[in-house]
């Protein structure tokens, strides 16, 4: 076995999945706590970082779905359709007609499942029908709210407005989402099947258990994140568009590997990906405290992407790489 | 017998057009340890497979305790009749710690506290097979060297809490060393007897002997002769396998040591060595053999030396080619023909005016196919159309083709039947006498006996070298441990 | 002779029934389909222009995909049109820059894979960020004015319908196939994306190869740049954004491994025909843009489905 072409990893490598994570949130965090320390003191400026954090919800829902199709070795290139398609079923339906609304949402969970499914049967790769899906809910999207507009039910926004003491709410929420994520892949059955199947999926049906129904739940799962996402948007916006969740796709992807996850599957972290998706929200605050021109926020984003896993793949070059 | 634990009767499974097993008939009583033998692609994996329910059979069926078992029958109720196996290929999740691997495999560990319960189990196993194995439960198994992996993969399979009835182990030593193999062995020997019947399959026939009640030898489908373990002798076993027996002709094996220090030098170590440690030099055809524990050193002295330009210990004289012994992972390219396979590194060769001339191409690819026996219908076919043994000669066919001056081999009989491996020894010693040099690492010791020079590794480093005719057996094992 | 059943096995075989399937339809409903050929070919030659150099780069192995293609595009468009300011003198100075430009942006892909150790999507997904910044800041995302040459050749028809540019792809699809069947290069890359470790074990360059695939993926995307924003009517900041998933769709409808180390140009010629043809035809129909889209998806999951791409993507 020709062991030693693969990178070799030193003792400290073992840490640097958690480190990327909290480099990249640290990175954004620590200018803005200097120039807008705020951000941080407690209860008087309660609102001003409730506002600001709020937005980073749906990107940290959304990008929980994406880590959790990357965790079976899987992606999801409908997640910004998706997410849109979700805020135009909030406010063109489901203010109007509840029930319609419902079914709707589980229609789309149904059709996920159908994805995990089909994946599996036809051993087609899921980036190519998320491609196909995603011209299917924006599809979906323009035909029920052609353009931007609206009416979002008000227990969205109540629900995204709640105000608990002593912590902002978005912090909470976060906490929570990290906390459920990490204890779905890493404590539960169905979380170490997952990760199974990223890995080695032929030893998990060896071993007697059904790779299609992991396949299945995995991608149902990745649904419910995305509808969430697009639920928690809408409420927070007060808008249905069929462009809203723009960009969400790659930023999920990068959240989930800014959190010490992998594209080859198997290999994912709950609280790294809210990270992430935290990082990459901040940005824009980040250029507003520094007075850099929004122009930059792209490429900011982009910077903090080499930058954490520079520092994150510091530790691993200490071996020989023979190629790349 | 009545009292069997498994009653193979008239099991045919095929693939497609060709047949990997016709009428096979069995028994394995409880307690009782047997032996499997034959070539690759005789069809003793796939009776295995037949019998964990990963794949039914074509025609045919099987008893377990004496009930019939049907069309339903997996891998899920293989397992909850004790039935369990280690595969060549390891089934671990590496992503995954030791304890997780074993929630996967056995569901039982679940509720609170599985994590430490599914631990302990394995630990337990662990300690009492492979004392000293240095193993956590926490750790990943990708941190694991493969030596342990093989170790787990073996343990968990006792490490449930169901009962194991038949535990059918295929080339479980392949990763191992022999120290670890011998304790494997041991094991086997002080378990057997009680309720849990093993199925050995190897290559290896002293370990197979060592182990065995009884030794069924397959070829082609079938099964073509069975012995008692006691009084069995390897001459015996190969000739039931249908092969001559593998006394290799002495062209460069003891006693016939060739004189090639008047030859230059290919590989010659450079400046002094900093740690002292014993260096590899290689002469323009001679055959050099790396021996020593699996997984001391002797790949990575490869990789190295393949890696020349970044390599500051050795002055290479010459291209260097690469013969992989895993073929799947570090040889084959899947998608492609045989064709293709085999003339990657020769395009100068096969090109007029820079565009890859076809027909070039397939008469290079016919030339091998003739020399050394490809057995294939067609050159334009898949490579993985092709056995072990066959992709392994497309690999020797690829190198052997370029100019390489020297040719490093990674324990290049890995899982290859004994007739490839007789065409394998021809070709090295007729290349080696047309001057091309052989750098070559095996695990088995029965192959040291074609190199002229033999270095023996231990942690990383040579620690003994002697020509070919001095490298006994006991001189190896002595500088190994 | 090849039976039915080995054409159908031949997976680029069905963007071209695709395409004659929907071109029928259009015939039977449209009274000028040549006309319509003609439009969804022209358009069709950005796809093809594309796809080859998104198709380098899949071919190069798992998870290797461009994702900073679109914005590739825009940069390198707007770079050429600003240096060419609308004269036709300075044609050739701004379509070296724009090439030149995507090529820059391809080869700063490769460094940050080989150098970060980044993940081809990561990487190209990065540095596409840091580009579009780039373009906003230096080309303050307005509107800039193709010279009127090239127009003209854009827009210039060979006996009246067939697109001089769409030749002009097609060439440029056969020479890449038989770079990539018949030529060293071509074969190395199936190599590496076949295997990567048994492809540096022969002997091959993997880096160097790797490099040289990232760079013409980014030469073929600034190309594309300049031609398109000749076409469309100048260089605009979200010129390219729907090619990021066309892109990697045309590749593999037309018959390509998703996994890598399977290609196929010919069939990135009949995919992106059809995908224009049905937008046309839908168009034709008087569809509303959301059943368009919706019926784009389902096309693209049943070739691929159809075509029954087998590896997994990893």
């Known amino acids: ?324 | 017998m009545a009292d069997a634990f498994v009653e193979v009767q008239g099991i045919s499974k095929s693939f497609g057009s060709s047949q990997a097993l016709s009428d096979v008939s069995l028994t394995i009583a409880p307690g009782e340890c047997l032996g499997l033998v034959g070539h690759n692609g005789a069809g003793k994996s796939t009776l295995m497979n037949v019998l964990c329910g990963i794949f039914p059979p074509t025609a045919g069926g099987f008893l377990l305790d004496g009930r019939p078992q049907g069309g339903e029958y997996d891998v899920r109720i293989a397992n909850s009749l004790g039935i369990r196996a280690v595969f060549q290929e390891l089934s671990l999740c590496l992503n995954l710690t030791v304890a997780e691997n074993m929630r996967v495999f056995h569901p039982e560990f679940r509720g609170w506290g599985w994590r430490k319960r599914a631990g302990d189990a394995i630990m337990t196993v662990l300690d009492e097979i492979f004392p000293g194995h240095g193993v956590r439960p926490n750790q990943r198994v990708e941190s694991l060297t493969l030596g342990q992996r093989q170790e787990l993969e073996i343990a968990k399979a006792f490490a449930s809490g169901k009962e194991l009835r038949l535990l059918v182990l295929d080339e479980p030593t392949s990763a191992l060393d022999y120290h670890n193999s011998l304790q494997l062995l041991n094991y086997i020997n002080r378990r057997k007897g009680g309720r849990i019947s093993f199925v050995y399959i190897s290559h290896m026939l002293d370990e197979v002997l060592a182990c065995a009640d009884r030794i069924v030898v397959m070829k082609d489908g079938r099964i073509s002769g069975e012995v008692k373990g006691a009084g069995a002798t390897r001459d015996h076993l190969i000739e039931l396998m249908g092969s001559k027996t593998s006394a290799a002709p002495g062209a460069l094996g003891n006693g016939n040591a060739r004189d090639l220090s008047d030859r230059p030098l290919v590989i010659a170590p450079k400046g002094k060595s900093e740690s002292g440690a014993g260096r590899v030099s290689l002469r323009e055809g001679e055959v050099v053999g790396l021996a020593g524990l699996a997984g001391h050193g002797q790949t990575d002295l490869l990789i190295d030396l393949f890696d020349w330009r970044r390599n500051p210990d050795y002055d290479i004289g010459g291209p260097l080619t690469f013969i992989p012994g895993d073929r799947q992972r570090d040889g084959n390219f899947p998608l492609w023909s045989i064709v293709n396979n085999i003339t990657i590194l020769v395009y100068p060769r096969v090109r007029r005016y820079r565009i890859i001339d076809l027909s070039l191409e397939r008469s290079v690819s016919g030339r091998w196919r003739d020399s050394i026996g490809i057995l294939a219908a067609s050159l334009t076919d898949n490579i993985l159309s092709l056995s072990g043994g066959n992709q392994q000669k497309v690999l020797f066919a690829r190198c052997l083709e370029s100019d390489a001056r020297a040719i490093l081999m990674d324990d290049p009989t890995r899982g290859v039947d004994v007739g490839t491996k007789e065409i394998i020894y021809r070709l090295i010693r007729e290349e080696s006498g047309r001057g091309r040099s052989f750098v070559w690492y095996t695990t088995e010791m029965d192959e040291l006996k074609h190199c002229d020079r033999v270095y023996v590794f231990r942690n990383g480093a040579i620690v003994a070298d002697m020509p070919g005719v001095e490298a006994t057996e006991e001189a190896i094992l002595r500088s190994s441990f | 002779m090849p039976t039915i059943k080995t054409l159908l096995a031949r997976k680029w075989l069905w963007s071209y029934l695709g395409a004659a399937a929907v071109f029928a339809v259009i015939a039977a409903v449209s009274a000028n389909s040549f006309a319509t050929l003609s439009a969804s070919i022209s358009f069709a030659t950005f796809y093809i222009l594309v796809g080859i150099g998104q198709m380098l780069v899949i071919t190069t192995g798992p998870g290797n995909i461009d994702l900073s293609i679109p914005n590739t595009i825009a940069f390198a468009a707007s770079l050429g049109f600003t240096l060419i300011n609308e004269s036709n003198a300075n044609i050739p100075y701004g379509v070296a820059a724009g090439i030149a430009g995507g090529g820059a942006i391809g080869l700063f892909n490769y460094l940050l894979i080989r150098f970060i150790l980044m993940p081809p999507m990561i990487a190209t997904l990065a540095s596409s960020l840091i580009v579009r910044s780039l373009s906003i800041i230096y080309f303050r995302g307005m509107q800039i004015k193709p010279p009127s040459g090239l127009s003209w050749f854009v827009s210039y028809r060979v006996g009246g319908y067939v697109p001089l540019v769409f030749l002009l792809a097609l060439a440029a699809a056969a020479v890449m196939q038989i770079v990539l069947t018949r030529a060293a290069y071509g074969r190395y890359i199936h190599a590496i994306g076949q295997n990567i470790k048994a492809a540096w074990l022969c002997g091959v360059d993997v880096k160097l190869y790797k490099m040289i695939t990232y760079v013409l993926s980014g030469v073929f995307a600034g190309v594309t740049g300049i031609l398109l924003a000749s076409f469309t009517s100048g260089a605009t900041l979200s010129m390219g954004d729907e090619y990021m998933l066309n892109s990697i769709a045309v590749v593999v409808m037309g018959g390509s491994s998703i996994a890598g180390g399977d290609s196929n140009v010919i069939g990135i010629v009949g995919s992106s025909v059809l995908l224009y043809l049905i937008v046309n035809l839908l168009n034709i129909l008087g569809m509303e843009a959301g059943l368009r889209y919706i019926f784009t998806g389902v096309v693209i999951i049943g070739i691929i489905f159809l075509s029954g791409e087998k590896m997994r993507w990893r």
């Open chain 1, 1 to 324: 076995m020709v062991r030693s072409l693969d990178a070799r990893r030193g003792g400290l490598a073992r840490y640097t999945e958690s480190l990327v994570p909290v480099v990249s949130l640290l990175v954004v965090l620590i200018p803005i706590v200097w120039r807008q320390p705020v951000l941080i003191s407690p209860s008087r400026y309660y609102a001003m970082q409730t506002m600001a954090l709020a937005l980073a919800i749906p990107i940290v829902l959304a990008s929980l779905g994406q880590m959790l199709a990357m965790s079976i070795g899987e992606i999801d290139f409908s997640m910004e359709n998706l997410v849109s398609l979700v805020t135009c079923v909030m406010g063109a339906v489901m203010s109007r007609n509840v029930a319609l609304g419902i079914l709707l949402l589980l229609g789309i969970l149904v059709v996920y499942a159908l994805i995990g499914a089909f994946i599996h049967l036809k051993k087609l790769p899921s980036i190519i029908i998320t491609i196909g899906m995603s011209f299917v809910w924006t599809g979906l999207a323009i035909t029920i709210q052609p353009t931007p507009g609206g009416n979002i039910p008000a227990i969205a926004s109540d629900f995204m407005r709640l105000k608990p003491p002593w912590v902002p709410y978005p912090i909470v929420l976060a906490a929570l989402l990290a906390l459920a994520g990490h204890f779905l892949m890493f404590k539960t059955g169905f979380g170490i099947l997952a990760r199974g199947v990223g890995d080695n999926v032929k030893s998990i049906q060896q071993s007697g258990h059904s790779a299609i129904r992991v396949r299945i739940m995995v991608f149902a799962l990745v649904g419910l994140f995305g509808i969430m996402a697009g639920v928690s948007l809408a409420g927070l916006t007060n808008a249905a568009d069929p462009l809203l969740a723009k960009n969400y796709t790659l930023l999920s992807v990068a959240a989930v590997i800014l959190g010490g996850g992998a594209f080859a599957g198997g290999k994912v972290s709950a609280a790294g990906t809210v990270f992430g998706a935290f990082a990459m929200h901040l940005v824009v605050h980040l250029l507003v405290v520094l007075k850099i021109s929004t122009d930059w926020q792209a490429g900011v984003k982009g910077f903090i992407i080499l930058f954490a896993l520079y520092i994150g793949g510091f530790f691993k070059r200490a071996g020989k790489i023979r190629y790349i």
